[in-house]
T-cell receptor, first 115, second 114 residues
Framework: AQKVTQAQTEISVVEKEDVTLDCVYE???????LFWYKQPPSGELVFLIR??????QNEISGRYSWNFQKSTSSFNFTITASQVVDSAVYFC????????????FGAGTRLTVKP | DTGVSQDPRHKITKRGQNVTFRCDPI?????LYWYRQTLGQGPEFLTY????????KSRLLSDRFSAERPKGSFSTLEIQRTEQGDSAMYLC????????????FGSGTRLTVV
């Protein structure tokens, strides 16, 4: 069965600090997809990234970067030089290829960036 | 393209009443999903449509819940005889055929059963 664990329930940082959000997953499939979503106070889930299991290349997008390591079943998300607008709940999610109807979300990490 | 729209944004109802929510996906998206999110938790899958066909339902979807997507466009989610445990945020998402990205979610309908 697939499972996503986000061990950090809440993180608080001061603006301009770097912060890493952890995500550990479990799946028996060899082909799967991993996602990160941001949920600001408005409630709408905003897609950030999708990564498939065959692509372990790390990705950087502006201040955001993702570190995918199959050996440790982790897909961690780092925000560099955090800003107040980064304050939100961040969800990691997993779906098994060809069955992405059941995208399994972690419980989320609430990030608060203080000015 | 205005994204995924959900209506209403908030609904307060008395226990035992029926409620219906609506979701308008992105027009060219053929797949539509309903998720439920309770406080402090991630979204949980409820059901999924490909065009007008409802292809999968979660065990979370009791017989009091029904969803439709007539003509493969908008979708409705109805809850009959609401219970306090139904209080949650109901999220709709859509994705196009072959899309390599994540789902596009709506802002959700927050249901409070009193």
């Amino acid at each position: 069965a697939q499972k996503v664990t986000q061990a950090q329930t809440e993180i608080s940082v001061v603006e301009k600090e770097d912060v890493t959000l952890d995500c550990v997953y479990e799946t028996r499939d060899t082909t799967y997809y991993l996602f990160w979503y941001k949920q600001p106070p408005s409630g709408e889930l905003v897609f950030l990234i999708r990564r498939n299991s065959f692509d372990e290349q790390n990705e950087i997008s502006g201040r955001y970067s993702w570190n995918f390591q199959k050996s440790t079943s982790s897909f961690n998300f780092t925000i560099t030089a955090s800003q107040v607008v980064d304050s939100a709940v961040y969800f990691c999610a997993l779906s098994e290829a060809f069955n992405n109807n059941d995208m399994r979300f972690g419980a989320g990490t609430r990030l608060t960036v203080k000015p | 393209d205005t994204g995924v729209s959900q209506d209403p944004r908030h609904k307060i109802t008395k226990r035992g009443q029926n409620v219906t929510f609506r979701c308008d996906p992105i027009s060219e998206h053929n797949r539509l999903y309903w998720y439920r999110q309770t406080l402090g938790q991630g979204p949980e899958f409820l059901t999924y449509f490909q065009n007008e066909a409802q292809l999968e339902k979660s065990r979370l979807l009791s017989d009091r819940f029904s969803a439709e997507r007539p003509k493969g466009s908008f979708s409705t989610l109805e809850i009959q005889r609401t219970e306090q445990g139904d209080s949650a945020m109901y999220l709709c998402a859509s994705i196009g055929q072959g899309a390599g990205d994540g789902y596009t979610f709506g802002s959700g309908t927050r249901l409070t059963v009193v």
